[in-house]
């Protein structure tokens, strides 16, 4: 990589310098996070952003892994959302006019009601198996916007579509794959063609939300 280039690249999180190694890409040491470079472009956007395993010497395959939703049906076909390992993102609604065409917001996070949080925090405990000893500690890291128990909140996806609720769904990515919550929402979410409260995804599996539909995959960062 151009030396010059380097030396003016800083990481997007906490704009620290960043270090390159061929296999990993270009690292933040401070936030432990490697960003890929894809036919030669530096991709310096938290969304493509992977963990560094412990010591910073190298990433796994799996945590490289990101989870892919792509639309496939509704006004925004083609647009993709990816998750990195140990994010989350919420679905919801606009509240402004609704004959606009619908957006993908790329910085607006919606606020969480008491239950909301606390139906989001018994998935994540959950998924993560921590113990009931452990949810006051998990409380308090959800006290903000950015995190949800052990997952880091990325900003919401946000439609202007009158089928979707204000906030309709969470989509997650950890270790044990990537899963949908319904965030009891009006009109309900779907995987291939089921409504569900929460599911655990496969590749090739069919999510719905409002007038929307998602594939889901995984993608090597």
């Known amino acids: 990589m151009d030396s010059q280039l380097l030396k003016m690249l800083v990481c997007p999180r906490?704009?620290?310098?960043?270090?390159?190694k061929e296999e990993l890409g270009l690292i933040c040491r401070k936030c432990r996070r490697a960003y890929p470079i894809r036919n030669g472009i530096p991709v310096l956007l938290e969304e493509e952003?992977?963990?560094?395993?412990?010591?910073?010497?190298?990433?796994?395959?799996?945590?490289?892994?990101l989870a892919v939703f792509k639309v496939i049906?509704?006004?925004n076909i083609g647009e993709v959302i990816k998750l990195p390992l140990g994010t989350?993102?919420?679905?919801?609604?606009?509240?402004?006019?609704?004959?606009?065409?619908?957006?993908?917001?790329?910085?607006?996070?919606?606020?969480?009601?008491?239950?909301?949080?606390?139906?989001?925090?018994?998935y994540a405990s959950q998924q993560s198996g921590e113990k009931a000893s452990d949810k006051a500690s998990s409380e308090d890291k959800a006290s903000s916007a950015q995190n949800l128990g052990s997952?880091?909140?990325?900003?919401?996806?946000?439609?202007n579509d009158p089928a979707i609720s204000r906030l309709h769904a969470m989509l997650f990515h950890d270790t044990k794959g990537a899963g949908v919550l319904d965030l009891v929402s009006k009109?309900?979410?779907?995987?291939?063609?089921?409504?569900?409260?929460?599911?655990?995804?496969n590749p090739g599996d069919k999510l719905e939300v409002g007038s929307s539909k998602f594939e889901f995959s995984y993608q090597n960062a």
């Open 151 to 159: 997952f880091k909140r990325l900003p919401d996806l946000v439609l």
């Open 73 to 75: 049906e509704g006004k």
């Open 14 to 20: 906490c704009r620290e310098p960043l270090a390159f």
């Open 88 to 122: 989350c993102k919420a679905i919801g609604r606009s509240l402004d006019d609704l004959n606009k065409t619908q957006v993908f917001n790329v910085d607006f996070t919606m606020s969480l009601d008491d239950f909301t949080k606390k139906l989001i925090l018994n």
């Open 49 to 65: 952003a992977y963990p560094l395993n412990q010591g910073g010497k190298e990433v796994s395959g799996e945590n490289r892994r």
């Open 187 to 201: 009109n309900g979410t779907f995987v291939n063609g089921e409504e569900v409260e929460s599911r655990n995804l």
